[in-house]
């Protein structure tokens, strides 16, 4: 069992990916995150590349818990949801200050504040362009939304997705479904309707992304299947299928789709396509279905991406501070916390030079692993320290030479980047 509750650091990706049916991520961007696999999963992400390859319209959507510092471990989602928005990307950020106040009793003023300082203005001065960032509490769009989706699930549902019991908060019944909101508004007919859409998470959150995902296939009439190589459509619901049925002929039929109807049955086969038109067929009925149905939503498809170690190993923790560099730290105090970091090296400079380090298990490594896009350089410091050429002192000091220039390059643009801020909050009044 794993849920967005655990405080577990999870190691053995392969297993994981294998127990919850998560996919590989070889081979669609060229993005170095992809590439060293720092993200080891993902779910739907072929909808994102048709929609890429196709310049459709595509969001991407994420959320942060105003409650502590934003640190090195936060920001991977951060640089995914840059790159995403230089693909075209259509971003979403949700403060979940709700959620904040709930669980941590932080108030919403205090809330605000964090969010603002410690996220919001660090995200601008790395380089995120205009998009909707919005509060939990001031928001009727999610609220409104997640009274909709409350009728879409049940305690039985959600004791067998979290491990749920009948000594759960309501926090936690209710959490989910806020959740499942905060991601699918992103699709209301207000902002574009039905999109495919892109969330990066960490593993722990895949609950999450799968019951959204189980919600948005039960909104929708049109439920598009593979059956044999080819591609069947079903028409949910109880009101007479013929429109239905016959509208999305139509639009199959514009794109040279040859369909057998079947009223009696409920359904269309599709007798020209193959299980690579699935992804096709779908966006298409979507944007069909989504003039008469006001919940039209595709499943949100997610990347998983690994947790950075902490600097003391194990997790990155707020109750432990030399553990993580938070992205409002002074470089001194980056310098210090990563001089004394644990490291894959050898316990002398002699068994260093004759065995080398294990640059796999090293926290300091990862520093240039996660935070640096230059692949030659990352490739030369792992070889070096396999090799033997690399020792933990002056490693560490390149390595926080590296971190404070980006933290410095954060802090000059700070005050520019909160003068933006107009251009980012969608519900300015609190």
Known sequence: ?????????????????????????????????????????????DYIEYAINNKMKFNAVTGLMPSGHMHLGNKVTIDQLIYFQSLGADVFITVADLESYATRNIPLEKAKEIAINEYIANYISMGLKPCRIYFQSNDSDTQGLSFILSNET??????????LDDSSSILHVNSPIIQASDVLHSQLKKFGGAAPTIVPVGVDQDPHIRLMR????????????????????????????????????????????????NYEYRSINIKNSTANDKIK????????????????????????????????????????????????????????????????????????????GNPDICPVFELYNYHVKDDDYVQRVYDECKGGARMCGPCKKEAAENISMFLKNLRDKKDESLSKLNDYLINKSF
Request: net charge neutral.
């Open 154 to 163: 049940n305690m039985s549902e959600l004791k067998a997705i979290y491990g």
């Open 214 to 261: 189980d919600i948005a296939q039960r909104l929708r009439i049109y439920n598009v299947k593979i059956e044999n190589n080819r591609i069947a459509v079903y028409i949910k619901g109880k009101d007479d299928p013929h429109k239905y049925i016959d509208n999305a002929v139509d639009v199959l039929g514009k794109n040279h789709y040859e369909t057998e109807k």
């Open 281 to 356: 067929i779908d966006l298409l009925l979507a944007n069909e279905e989504k003039d008469y149905n006001n919940f039209t939503f595709i499943g949100p498809s997610a990347t998983f991406q690994r947790l950075e170690t902490g600097l003391k190993g194990g997790k990155m923790s707020s109750s432990v501070p030399d553990s993580l560099i938070a992205l409002n730290d002074s470089e001194e105090d980056a310098t210090r916390k990563i001089k004394h970091a644990v490291t894959g090296g050898r316990k002398t400079v002699e068994e260093q030079k004759q065995f080398g």
């Open 1 to 45: 069992m794993i849920n967005p509750w655990s405080s577990k650091q999870y190691f053995d990706y392969n297993k994981l990916k294998k127990d919850f049916g998560i996919e590989d991520t070889d081979d669609y961007f060229d993005n170095y995150l992809f590439k060293r696999h720092l993200i080891f999963g993902q779910r739907s992400l």
